[in-house]
């Protein structure tokens, strides 16, 4: 059981970047994903949460209308489509697989299966 992120990488302010969360082992098809971030001496905040269906229920206000969570459970793989990138978002992603019921769906504690992380940085 594995969450594999990937598409991370250095990218100039303004750019883009794509990242995927590729699961392997199980099935994400009833699985809510929690998209993560944690920089260095800070706590791992929350980016966007979205339910088995594909509703995405929660943005942070930091990246709502830049940053969206998709998936393709097709492809058992998830998204993050990150425009319009700044500086503040350098730091390391992370993906996340979980269970929780609906309200506690922001609650990282209840996400099961998480991908090692993949480094993003916006500089000039």
């Known amino acids: 059981v594995q969450l594999q992120a990937s598409g991370g990488g250095l990218v100039q302010p303004g750019e883009s970047l794509r990242l995927s969360c590729a699961a392997s082992?199980?099935?994400?098809?009833?699985?809510?994903i929690g998209w993560y971030r944690q920089a260095p001496e800070k706590g791992r905040e929350g980016v966007s949460c979205?339910?088995?269906?594909?509703?995405?229920?929660y943005y942070a206000d930091t990246v709502k209308g830049r940053f969206t969570a998709s998936r393709d459970n097709a492809k058992n793989t998830v998204y993050l489509q990150m425009n319009s990138l700044k500086p503040e978002d350098t730091t390391v992603y992370y993906c996340?697989?979980?269970?929780?019921?609906?309200?506690?769906?922001?609650?990282?504690?209840?996400?099961?299966?998480w991908g090692q992380g993949t480094q993003v940085t916006v500089s000039s």
């Open positions: 996340a697989a979980g269970r929780p019921i609906t309200s506690a769906i922001r609650r990282r504690d209840l996400y099961a299966y």
């Open positions: 082992g199980f099935t994400l098809d009833h699985y809510a």
């Open positions: 979205m339910t088995s269906s594909g509703v995405v229920l």
